[in-house]
């Protein structure tokens, strides 16, 4: 083989919305209240391995907003990105997984949020940036303690108050 087939690779393949979705509980109703919606930002992230040398990466961020008590929007939106990641060594594919190809897909997300938003009749709102980083060390710091517990036989509760099953 020569040396050229050694290189790393790394290409953008396709850049596409997976999944969005709009629920308003409270309209018409909700556009009566002067008060400015309260917002809460979920976000997640996932990659899989479609082929070889292929893989899926998305970013999954969910927007509620709230006046009040009650819902005045809920967003979610899956933006996905497929990949071609060759000649990688092991350990800098799970970071390029999931943090570079997050900051690759995450302004088209924003971008489809905020349209979203403005087409359900609402101030459109401006998701910050997000350091990939500092949330990929979070979730390796996470699964890592979750490993721990699980070798101590201790339980673990899932952020939604469901116990996990082993």
Do not use: W
């Amino acid at each position: 083989m020569s040396d050229q087939n050694q290189q790393p690779i790394f290409q953008i393949q396709r850049i596409y919305l997976k999944d969005l979705s709009l629920e308003q509980p409270n309209s018409p109703a909700i556009f009566l209240e002067q008060e400015s919606p309260n917002i809460e930002v979920a976000v997640d992230v996932g990659a899989e391995a479609l082929a070889e040398t292929i893989y899926e990466s998305t970013v999954t961020i969910t927007v509620t907003a709230k006046i009040k008590d009650k819902v005045a929007f809920l967003v979610e939106g899956k933006q996905a990105g497929i990949f071609e990641a060759a000649n990688i060594p092991p350990e800098q594919l799970d970071p390029l997984l999931g943090i570079g190809c997050p900051n690759i897909i995450y302004p088209y997300l924003r971008a489809n949020i905020a349209d979203m938003v403005t087409r359900a009749g609402f101030p459109p709102v401006h998701l910050a940036e997000i350091n990939f980083e500092a949330f990929y060390q979070q979730r390796l710091q996470a699964l890592a303690e979750q490993q721990q517990q699980e070798a101590g036989g201790a339980g673990l509760v899932m952020p939604d108050g469901t116990a996990a099953k082993h």
